[in-house]
């Protein structure tokens, strides 16, 4: 492996509030191949607000900073908005939460699968609709020609983060950021889901930064995990690894995860003082 | 002493009524001083209140006397804002007529607020069929053109301004009636309600007592939103000539009056106009602070 | 204010209406049953209401039809035949079928039917209102879309107080500095009328809209002379139209921009111009409709207060001559189109709404 994919040192995302400044992410670094790395954390840990300062998202008055935000090679810091857009999509891109509100509802799927496209490739008609169709396919819907014309609201909450993810994966990026890609979804499409985002990210080789609260999930699906809490990453390790984490936070965690195979009269719940008087 | 009263105000857990409600208001006080036009606002309802209460000391001549040699005077050092075409100066006239002006939206406000409220919150409360004949009722005023229905009913009634009174007052209240009967839907299944229901309070009670009380911010947002257009249809029915009559000095009564001087002596008719744009955009910007205050989700769309 | 057609109708923001599943048909005929009846209702209620004006009315309508020093036996034999002896209920079913049949009473001030009085005034009203709205939706729609882009800025600060304006300027007194300034002052603009005073008349009216009616005649003179007369009312309607929509605008675009899918396009790459106006404004199209509907109803409605300062001979027009003069069949009358139509607009602008959103197809 030579250049990392994407080199991030001392992120910091600052919201001002009437209070002073509020930063949300707090010095996060990390340094990602062409792997699969999961970042993990509650709600409220900084862990979506790292995914979005990539693509340089953080809506205003949010502010973004950090020493070092390499892309292959690019740095983003000094990127405009205008050389940003030609990075997203193209370059990197995001599957988001929830299909429901992910989606322009009155646009078509195909209409907005064909734009992704269309916003950085010059095509003729035929050709869109072709690789349209067949992008649909490669996301496992069966009727690719019937889909393409339905609303977003006229199918699944499956279907439509399928149509996210093939929307996303249709410029061919060499970055995925997949912000709680499954959360929104029944446990029973799951993992159809993350079969399919893996499949996709295996066949193209792309980097896959894979954002959740649910630790059992990313370290089954992951290369390698980032614990953050309150905007700092607590914990870095390979996923195989985690049972040996050492920060009482991730220790807390592991600890409150139930198993099939146990008798606990209690959960423990996590115990926040051994390190928030840090 | 300051600090101690401050710290007595903001207190996370006040030991009396009083002190919570002194608290709440000073909260919101703090808020609103934040929120640079609700400050103007603020200092121009202050104004107009002040202006009507010292009229007297702030007019430099008398309001209603007539000095025909001193007729349709350009605005100078004697006569601030000019005289109009009976050489009664206008400032003067514009500083009483904030009185007539005050009284209306005051006199409006009184009537039509409450009977909202009450017919909103009952409607809401009892459901059924109660619910349904008034707020169809109120539904048919709604989608009434208001300006046309006040028109018509002062019509009816006969100039004056008591009549206009009446008369915007009957086209005001729907729309209160509706915030009542929401906020009363929101809040009649909670928990302290029947909980006031099981200690054996009366119906009646729990309404007057419980509802209306927490209606009340929502309502006072919404009223102060209204009183700009309370303020225009008076001054409209003032300028068709159906709102106060001669020679008070009500300002759309006055525009109508240099209506006829407007190419020549433009400050009869536009002087009493500014008056009034400045009073509603009062109004309006406190509402808007108002609301951002005490009803953050109704947004923008009220 | 006048123009500030209520906001309750308008603030159904996208995103209520639920997908449709199997039996759409019968719950557009139950959809369609329930509006027509809310329709017929809300009628009802205004001729309730004139109704009742018309009875609160301190002038005696016998005595003005039998004058002051008729004898008792012919006032009362007057009053059976106008039906004023029956009970309230009567008079009121009599009312509406004659309102029904056309009959809304004989005008006082012009001695003419108030029916075909009102049938001459009102396409001079209704052509102002149009012109006004179609100044409200190109400039007010832009500003809206264009302040919620910039929120916070300068432009954006400027738009907002042009909103509020429309809240606090009376429309009398706009309409008057305007024909001060514009027509005397600058002379930019046609004065009072709908045309100079030697075209009066010259065109035959069809339409009764004498913009059609003088390009039917071919006289290309009058048509430009009636636009130049038009300009003034017309942009003082459309200010507090493009008050109101920018306001809306505004509101519903900031609604728009912080939604998900807004953040999947620029994820996508698409240009901010794109993602402004296909991504955050084409889902507010359908509530906009609303709102320009309510904006349209006010300004017919607000036509009331400016066709007296632009002598326009309008519907405006028409109620103040006959408020004036106590003519009491005339102002009901007038109430009562005015009245329809403004609830027809706000009607049919909420239909509308149902019909064109694709999430209630």
């Not at chain 1, 995302?13 to 993990?40: A, K, M, Q």
């Not at chain 2, 206009?164 to 209240?173: C, P, Y």
Request: with cysteine; proline share 5%; net charge neutral.
């Amino acid at each position: 492996m030579s250049t990392p994919l994407l080199e991030i040192e001392n992120l910091r995302v600052t919201f001002p509030t009437p209070r002073g400044d509020i930063d949300v992410v707090r010095g996060v670094s990390f340094t990602l191949g062409r792997e699969r790395l999961g970042i993990v954390g509650e709600s409220g840990s900084g862990k979506s607000m790292t995914g979005r300062s990539i693509l340089k998202l953080i809506r205003a008055p949010g502010r973004v900073s950090a020493d070092r935000l390499n892309f292959d090679g690019i740095d983003l810091r000094n990127r405009s908005e205008r050389q940003m857009r030609a990075i997203r999509g193209a370059r990197i891109s995001m599957v988001m939460q929830d299909p429901k509100f992910s989606l322009n509802p009155v646009m078509t799927i195909g209409e907005q699968i064909a734009e992704a496209l269309l916003t950085h490739k010059r095509l003729p008609r035929r050709e869109v609709g072709e690789r349209v169709l067949a992008m649909l396919e490669s996301v496992r819907i069966a009727d690719p020609e019937r889909v393409a014309k339905l609303y977003p609201h006229e199918v699944s909450g499956g279907m439509g983060q399928r149509v996210m993810i093939a929307m996303m994966l249709i410029p061919e990026p060499d970055l995925l950021i997949a912000d709680e890609p499954t959360s929104a979804l029944d446990v029973s499409v799951q993992s159809q889901v993350l079969d399919i985002i893996d499949e996709q990210i295996k066949r193209k080789g792309m980097g896959l930064i894979f954002i959740s609260h649910d630790l059992n999930l990313v370290s089954s699906y992951c290369d390698r995990i980032l614990v953050m809490n309150t905007g700092e990453v607590v914990e870095e390790c390979r996923a195989g690894e985690l049972q040996n984490a050492t920060h009482p936070y991730t220790r807390g965690l592991i600890a409150s995860i139930p198993r099939l195979n146990e008798t606990r009269d209690e959960l423990p719940v996590l115990d926040r003082s051994a390190w928030a008087s840090k | 002493m300051a600090t101690s009263l401050r710290a007595w105000l903001v207190d996370d857990s006040p030991s009396s009524r009083l002190q919570a409600r002194l608290g709440r208001a000073w909260r919101i006080a703090g808020a609103l001083s934040r929120n640079p036009l609700a400050v103007v606002g603020t200092v121009i309802i202050l104004a107009l209140v002040l202006t009507a209460i010292f009229a007297p000391l702030l007019a430099t001549h008398d309001p209603l006397k007539q000095d025909l040699t001193q007729r349709l005077l350009a605005p100078s050092a004697a006569n601030w804002m000019g005289t109009d075409e009976l050489g009664r100066d206008i400032w003067s006239r514009v500083v009483y007529g904030a009185r007539i002006t005050l009284v209306i939206v005051t006199m409006v406000a009184v009537l039509a607020a409450p009977a909202g409220l009450i017919i909103g919150a009952l409607a809401g409360y009892f459901g059924g069929w109660p619910d349904r004949i008034l707020m169809g009722i109120t539904d048919i005023f709604l989608s009434l053109p208001k300006l046309i229905l006040a028109l018509a009913l002062v019509a009816a009634l006969g100039p004056g301004i008591e009549n206009a009174v009446i008369a915007i007052a009957i086209t005001t209240w729907p729309g209160y009636a509706r915030i009542a009967r929401a906020e009363t839907l929101t809040f009649k299944n909670s928990e302290f309600i029947a909980a006031i229901r099981l200690q054996g309070a009366s119906s009646l009670r729990v309404v007057l007592g419980h509802v209306l009380p927490l209606c009340t911010s929502s309502m006072i947002v919404r009223v102060t939103l209204d009183m700009a257009g309370i303020i225009l249809t008076a001054a409209g029915l003032g300028f068709i000539g159906l709102g106060a009559q001669p020679p008070l000095p009500e300002w759309g009564a006055m525009i109508a009056r240099g209506r006829s001087f407007i190419l020549d002596q433009w400050w009869v008719a536009t002087m009493p106009g500014f008056a009034i744009i400045v009073v509603s955009l009062g109004f309006c910007f406190l509402g808007d602070g108002l609301r951002d205050v005490l009803d953050p989700k109704s947004g923008e769309q009220h | 204010m006048a123009f500030e057609p209520d906001t309750a109708a308008a603030s159904v923001v996208a995103g209520t209406a639920k997908p449709v599943g199997s039996g759409k048909h019968k719950r557009f005929l139950l959809a369609l049953a329930g509006f027509v009846l809310t329709l017929a209702f809300t009628f009802l209620g205004l001729l309730a209401i004139t109704f009742f004006i018309g009875r609160i009315v301190p002038i005696d309508p016998v005595l003005a039809v039998v004058g002051d020093r008729a004898p008792k036996a012919v006032y009362e034999a007057a009053r059976i035949e106008m039906g004023l002896d029956r009970p309230l209920i009567v008079q009121f079913f009599n009312y509406i079928g004659s309102v029904l049949s056309g009959d809304l009473g004989t005008s006082v001030s012009t001695g003419k039917l108030v029916a075909d009085d009102l049938k001459r005034v009102f396409p001079a009203t209704l052509e102002m209102a149009t012109i006004g709205i179609i100044v409200g939706v190109l400039l007010g729609v832009p500003m809206g879309v264009y302040a919620a882009s910039r929120q916070g800025n300068l432009v954006d600060q400027a738009i907002r107080v042009v909103g509020l304006l429309g809240y606090a300027v009376p429309a009398f007194w706009l309409g008057l500095v305007g024909l001060a300034v514009f027509y005397a002052r600058l002379k930019w603009v046609g004065g009072p009328g709908r045309v100079d005073i030697f075209y009066d008349g010259l065109v035959q009216p069809v339409t009764g809209l004498i913009l059609i009616d003088s390009l039917i005649a071919g006289e290309r003179d009058i048509f430009f002379n009636a636009l130049w007369h038009l300009a003034l009312p017309a942009s003082v309607l459309g200010f507090f139209s493009l008050a109101y929509i920018a306001r809306m605008t505004r509101s519903f675009m900031l609604d728009q921009l912080a939604q998900e899918y807004v953040t999947t396009a620029r994820v996508k790459g698409v240009p901010e111009r794109l993602v402004i106006w296909r991504h955050a404004f084409r889902p507010i199209l359908v509530p906009l409709i609303t709102v320009i509907g309510l904006s349209y109803a006010g300004l017919l409605e607000g036509s009331v207060m400016i066709e007296t300062i632009f002598s326009w001979p309008g519907i405006g027009n028409y109620l103040t001559t006959a408020l004036l003069n106590a003519d009491m069949n005339a102002v009901l009358g007038s109430t009562l189109v005015i009245g329809a139509v403004f609830i027809g607009i706000n009607k049919l602008s909420d239909v509308l709404y149902r019909v064109l959103d694709p999430r209630a197809r």
